[in-house]
């Protein structure tokens, strides 16, 4: 039997969670949103690569604006790949809260 998401308490108040089985293609749904995860780790990859070069290059020819803007690239790359990573942490945690509330 499906899990029942309506509860209503002792007091009258209504309990509603998230139910993974009410409607159809919820499971396609979080194959996708795993794809999109897993692109969004590899082009933080590749902006990192990017970044680096710029940021050596730049720093080689002694152009300023090329390192700071590889320097940018790397920590907007990084930022990106741990909220990529983190995110179904990120995620959990502020719904729990929410739940707490």
């Known amino acids: 039997m499906s899990q029942n998401p309506l509860v209503v308490t002792?007091?009258?108040a209504?309990?509603?969670?998230p139910n993974t089985t009410g409607l159809p293609g919820i499971a396609a749904l979080?194959?996708?949103v795993g794809a999109l995860l897993t692109i969004a780790?590899?082009?933080s990859l590749a902006g990192l690569a990017i970044s680096?070069?710029?940021?050596?290059?730049?720093?080689?020819?002694?152009?300023?604006?090329l390192v700071h803007r590889g320097k940018s690239g790397v920590l907007v790359a990084c930022a990106a790949a741990a909220l990529s990573g983190g995110a179904v942490s990120?995620?959990?945690?502020f719904s729990a809260a929410g739940g707490r509330v």
Do not use: Y
């Open 30 to 32: 979080e194959n996708i």
């Open 14 to 17: 209504i309990d509603i969670g």
């Open 90 to 93: 990120i995620i959990n945690f």
């Open 52 to 65: 680096a070069a710029a940021w050596a290059v730049g720093n080689h020819s002694s152009n300023p604006n």
């Open 41 to 43: 780790l590899i082009a």
């Open 10 to 12: 002792a007091a009258g």
